[in-house]
Each structure stands twice: as structure tokens, then as C-alpha cells.
């Protein structure tokens, strides 16, 4: 199993880090995540094997030799640059703080929104840490999620509804589904509000 974890740094399931527990997890590192290297991500391996792997084929597949250039296999050039890699080591030592800020943040949302019935802040389930990369808030209906979306925006606060469903795209059209009934019911709800460290 191949795990997205990409916006889950510093996230636990039942005390055991998000994105250790498929073969293979991927962590992103993309200017809006918890800690960015400006882009790129983080391949996290339970096999050495595998990740011998994908290393070689992220380096071209080249063989090592003093100085021919012979590729064994299709390779990739997917290594991230020195300069980002020492930008990631610096984001890296202050982990703790972003995660430590970012549950703050998302504290002061609960405690607001307790006042609003009619909203629901998502916090974290039983047995899970969030990082609370991104807050979020459950409205009653379609329409009071359009009001607010309209309201916070008109008056300068960013929020956005969740991405765009992909069966809603015209390119899947024509792609099977079976009706998305939860999937629907929370696109209709949900609203992202801001969650960067610096709120």
C-alpha cells in the first residue's frame, strides 16, 4: 500500500506517525503544507529494498561508474535540490513549534465556533493527533455554506469550500460512481478557513 500522506506531518493514528503504516508514504512539502522545502516531498519506506529503488530510479537509473553514463532501467531526475533540502533541515527543527501553534489556532476555532450551533468545527477523532494542517468548519446546509463563503470573503478573510469533487469535473463525465452520498453531503458543507501558522 502506497500511503498519501501528504499533508499529515506530525500526525498520529493511535500514537504511530501518519505515513508509516504502508509499504511505501509520501509526505509533501509544498509552500502551503506545515513545513515546506518551497516544494517537492519525502518517500518514507518499511523495505530498504524499495527504497534503494526508487532512489536509483529518482537519479536517472544511472549506474555508478567514474565516468560513462549507462541507465539500467527508465529513471527520473526527482532529486530536490541542496538549497531546499537545507530550507526542509531548518523547517524540520521547528516542527514542534508549527505543530504546537497550529493546535493553538485550532483551540481558539473550537472554542469560538462552541458559540454557533449551526457550525460544527472538525476536531480530531478518538485515538488521532491532528497537525490541524488545515481547519475546517461544518455548516447546516448548502446555502448557509454559500453565505458564508460569500461573507468572510466580501469582508477579507480567505475560505474556501473543499476541492472541487472529481466526479463534478467534465474530463470523469463518463466515470462510474456509486450516487457519492457522503461525499456530496460534506462538498455541500464544508468549508476550509485559514490555518496558517502565522494566523
Given at each position: 500500500?502506497?500511503?498519501?500522506?501528504?499533508?499529515?506531518?506530525?500526525?498520529?493514528?493511535?500514537g504511530k506517525?501518519?505515513?508509516?503504516?504502508?509499504k511505501?508514504?509520501?509526505?509533501?512539502?509544498?509552500?502551503?503544507?506545515?513545513i515546506?522545502?518551497?516544494?517537492g516531498?519525502?518517500?518514507?519506506?518499511q523495505?530498504?529494498?524499495?527504497?534503494?529503488?526508487?532512489?536509483?530510479?529518482?537519479?536517472?537509473?544511472?549506474?555508478?561508474?567514474?565516468?560513462?553514463?549507462?541507465?539500467?532501467n527508465?529513471?527520473?531526475?526527482?532529486?530536490?535540490?541542496?538549497?531546499?533540502?537545507?530550507?526542509?533541515?531548518?523547517?524540520m527543527?521547528?516542527l514542534?513549534?508549527?505543530?504546537?501553534?497550529k493546535?493553538?489556532?485550532?483551540?481558539?476555532?473550537?472554542?469560538?465556533f462552541?458559540?454557533?450551533?449551526?457550525i460544527?468545527?472538525f476536531t480530531?477523532?478518538?485515538n488521532?493527533?491532528?497537525?490541524?494542517?488545515?481547519?475546517?468548519?461544518?455548516m447546516k446546509?448548502?446555502e448557509?455554506?454559500r453565505?458564508?463563503?460569500q461573507?468572510?470573503?466580501?469582508n477579507?478573510?480567505?475560505?474556501r469550500p473543499?476541492w472541487?469533487?472529481?466526479?463534478r469535473l467534465?474530463?470523469?463525465?463518463d466515470?462510474?460512481?456509486?450516487?457519492?452520498a457522503?461525499t456530496?453531503w460534506?462538498?455541500n458543507r464544508v468549508?476550509?478557513?485559514?490555518?496558517?501558522i502565522r494566523i
Open positions: 500500500m502506497v500511503e498519501d500522506a501528504a499533508e499529515s506531518i506530525g500526525s498520529l493514528y493511535k506517525h501518519t505515513g508509516t503504516f504502508g511505501v508514504g509520501v509526505l509533501s512539502f509544498n509552500g502551503n503544507k506545515t515546506t522545502t518551497g516544494g516531498g519525502m518517500l518514507l519506506f523495505n530498504e529494498e524499495l527504497g534503494k529503488l526508487a532512489k536509483h530510479l529518482s537519479t536517472q537509473a544511472k549506474v555508478p561508474h567514474r565516468w560513462e553514463f549507462v541507465h539500467d527508465i529513471g527520473y531526475n526527482y532529486r530536490m535540490p541542496n538549497i531546499n533540502a537545507a530550507l526542509g533541515c531548518a523547517q527543527e521547528q514542534d513549534n508549527f505543530l504546537a501553534n493546535r493553538e489556532t485550532a483551540e481558539k476555532y473550537k472554542t469560538f462552541e458559540s454557533y450551533p449551526d460544527t468545527f480530531e477523532p478518538k488521532c493527533r491532528s497537525n490541524y494542517w488545515l481547519n475546517a468548519i461544518i446546509d448548502k448557509s455554506q453565505e458564508f463563503l461573507y468572510s470573503n466580501d477579507g478573510v480567505m475560505t473543499i472541487e469533487l472529481m466526479s467534465p474530463m470523469f463525465n466515470c462510474e460512481n456509486d450516487g457519492l457522503n456530496e460534506f462538498a468549508i476550509n478557513i485559514p490555518s496558517s
